[in-house]
């Protein structure tokens, strides 16, 4: 069973920033993409970034896109995400995934902008 293991939550004012990491029990190289998602209350769990794995290629959603950077590091299994300029409208819970031949997800982190 692979585990995936999300950290960095936290609250934050306007403007911070914050750094999520994404642990797996297995080599990234093992699934063929990884991402982040995040969902807040009331609302649908939408995208926010994905890496492929096999050539490091990204994809941001709009509303992150110059804010937001998803990075891998290969030796320690993880995927990153640096959020800066974060807004409130950034609060939620953010998910790691793991897409492969089956999809895994992390348990969350919550993050929460606010003065």
């Known amino acids: 069973q692979v585990q995936l293991v999300e950290s960095g939550g936290d609250l934050v004012q306007p403007g911070g920033s914050l750094r999520l990491s994404c642990a797996t029990s297995r080599s990234i190289f093992s699934f063929y993409s990884m991402g982040w998602y995040r969902q807040a209350p009331g609302n649908q769990r939408e995208l926010v970034a994905t890496i492929t794995t096999s050539d490091g290629s990204t994809y941001y959603a709009d509303n992150v896109k110059g804010r937001f950077t998803i990075s891998r590091d290969n030796a320690k299994n993880t995927v990153s995400l640096q959020m800066n300029s974060l807004k409130p409208e950034d609060t939620a819970v953010y998910y790691c995934?793991?897409?492969?031949?089956?999809?895994?997800w992390g348990q969350g982190t919550q993050v929460t902008v606010s003065f």
């Open positions: 995934r793991a897409r492969g031949l089956i999809d895994y």
